[in-house]
């Protein structure tokens, strides 16, 4: 059955509500929850000033997660025009949701594709995020997706991957 899942444009406004969002305990869950929370200093609200949109998914009205889009930093890519993904995250009840489901059917593949949407909406020819090393689910999401290692970093305790649209 496919998921009944609203994506909402973020706003400050939102944030008291977005509080209860929780994307897990493990390093990359706590910086995906203080980002959008806004309790770090590079979080959604000064990625949005350089032009990020971040958007809030909501399944049947409970909320799931956030991803953002946005452009990459001048000068960093030579490949251009590229979008970048600088966060997303679920709530910890909508990882590996739903239960039984193969992975195209999830919530965190929805909210990947819903990106590259946007991407190529923006008529972005790809879209380019970092994904720390050790963080094993999301490497496997990215690359199920079709995202590729994309040059060397340069702090080897990050990937980056690209896909291209
Ligand atoms: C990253 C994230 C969006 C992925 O969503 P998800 O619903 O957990 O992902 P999925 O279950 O669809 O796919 C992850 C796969 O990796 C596997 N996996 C998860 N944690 C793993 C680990 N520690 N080691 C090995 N495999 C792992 C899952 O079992 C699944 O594989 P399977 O389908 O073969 O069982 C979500 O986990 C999240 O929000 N994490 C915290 C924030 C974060 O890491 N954001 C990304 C920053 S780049």
């Known amino acids: 059955m496919p998921l009944n899942l609203v994506a909402k444009a973020f706003q400050e406004a939102m944030l008291p509500a977005l509080v209860v969002l929780n994307c897990g305990d493990t390093p990359w869950g706590r910086w995906a929850t203080d980002w959008i929370l806004c309790r770090s200093d590079y979080c959604a609200r000064t990625s949005i000033a350089r032009g990020t949109q971040v958007v809030v998914f909501y399944l049947d009205d409970q909320l799931a997660g956030f991803g953002s889009l946005g452009p990459t930093p001048r000068n960093v890519h030579k490949v251009r025009p590229l979008g970048m993904i600088p966060q997303l995250g679920l709530d910890i009840r909508f990882q590996h949701y739903p239960p039984d ?65």
Request: glycine residues 4%.
């Open 101 to 165: 489901s193969e992975w195209p059917d999830r919530v965190s593949t929805a909210i990947v594709l819903h990106l590259l949407a946007l991407a190529r909406e923006q008529r972005y020819n790809g879209v380019v995020l970092q994904v720390h090393i050790d963080n094993r689910g999301a490497r496997k999401l990215y690359d199920r997706i079709g995202f590729v290692p994309y040059k060397d970093p340069d702090d080897k305790n990050y990937q980056l991957m690209v896909v291209k649209l």
